[in-house]
């Protein structure tokens, strides 16, 4: 168990949706990370939020949106669902307070199917 | 631009025998930090180990061993003794030098290994 929880795990909906994805982190990691998972893709960065703001930005596009919360936790607003959007997506928290370190823990992953 | 590269998309090999899993990278920094992650069947990501770009000391851990060799831009991942539970995609990733806020990973496109018994 990586600490990182993510919710739901599994997630089916239709084109044209719209869906939450949410990730709370480790206790006291300040990073959160969202990357997606698909067979073409493979595994890509979306975006980081650091301590409640945004701090890198990857592949994500422009029907996807996140925030970091002052609890910390985090949640990846997908809208305009399109069958490619069909992927796993986990969420990763690093830099716990007093840590040198970077590894990114990663949560289970939310599974998203879209019909 | 980073890039991995993991040539290998799969491995099949037999237990007990012993399989080296090749990762290759390029970054235009002098200071990055190297990855390798185990995603098994069940699908979460598990951290294996990092490694510094200063620090070319190869490790071992237990039947697990990675060597770096940044005058080939080579980070791999050996494993001993091979048992089924060892079946899993394995992901190479690089990331940029920290700052304190972290950095993202760029994956490689993963190795599947299968283990028979």
């Known amino acids: 168990d990586s600490g990182v929880t993510q919710t739901p795990k599994h997630l089916i909906t239709a084109t044209g949706q719209r869906v939450t994805l949410r990730c709370s982190p480790r206790?006291?990691?300040?990073?959160v990370y969202w990357y997606q998972q698909s067979l073409d893709q493979g595994l890509q960065f979306l975006i980081q939020?650091?301590?409640?703001?945004?701090?890198a930005k990857g592949n994500i596009l422009e029907r996807f949106s996140a925030q970091q919360f002052p609890d910390l936790h985090s949640e990846l607003n997908l809208s305009s669902l399109e069958l490619g959007d069909s992927a796993l997506y986990f969420c990763?928290?690093?830099?716990?307070?007093?840590?040198?370190?970077?590894?990114?823990?990663f949560g289970p992953g939310t599974r998203l199917t879209v019909l | 631009a980073q890039k991995v590269t993991q040539a290998q998309t799969e491995i099949s090999v037999v237990e007990k025998e012993d399989v080296t899993l090749d990762c290759v990278y390029e970054?235009?920094?002098?200071?990055?930090?190297l990855f390798w992650y185990k995603q098994p069947p069940s699908g979460e990501l598990v951290f294996l180990i990092r490694?510094?770009?200063?620090?070319?000391q190869n490790e071992i851990s237990g039947r697990y061993s990675w060597n770096f060799q940044k005058s080939t831009s080579s980070f791999n991942f050996t494993i001993t003794a091979s048992q089924v539970v060892d079946s899993a995609v394995y992901f190479c990733?690089?990331?940029?030098?920290?700052?304190?806020?972290?950095?993202?990973?760029?994956f490689g496109g993963g190795t599947r290994l299968m283990v028979k018994p």
């Open positions: 939020y650091y301590n409640g703001e945004e701090r």
């Open positions: 490694r510094n770009s200063f620090d070319e």
């Open positions: 990763a928290s690093s830099v716990r307070r007093a840590s040198s370190y970077n590894e990114q823990f």
């Open positions: 206790s006291g990691d300040l990073s």
């Open positions: 990733a690089l990331s940029e030098a920290l700052n304190n806020a972290g950095n993202m990973l760029t």
């Open positions: 970054t235009r920094d002098t200071t990055y930090y």
